[in-house]
């Protein structure tokens, strides 16, 4: 390693030669002037804007609806469920189903 060329740096070493600048020139670098900053306030205002569409302002309204709900606890009636199932005697509404079938067709 000692015996690497160090005349070649970039600004990334801080204290290579190319690095060191004066106090007017980082300041020069920092700041804009004034017209190239009302340059880029106008560009930004044009181009860095974000429209949201709808659609996800709803399923965030939806998601914060959900968040706030109670959670509900179905095992004691999906016990009961696996429980008439397993006996036989569990019967299928079919006229529910075909109701909700009819329904999200429509």
Known sequence: MSNMDV??????FPN????????????????NDYSRRQQLDK??????????PDAV?????IKKAV???????????IARLKQQINNG????NYEAIADKLLATEF
């Open 67 to 77: 968040d706030a709900a109670p959670e509900i606890d179905n095992s004691e009636k």
């Open 89 to 92: 005697t569990y019967k299928v």
């Open 43 to 52: 560009i930004s205002k044009n181009d860095a804007k974000v429209k949201i």
């Open 7 to 12: 005349t070649n740096r970039s600004n990334f």
């Open 16 to 31: 290579s030669e190319q690095a060191k600048t004066t106090r007017a020139q980082k300041m020069s670098m920092r700041r």
């Open 57 to 61: 302002r709803d399923f965030s309204r």
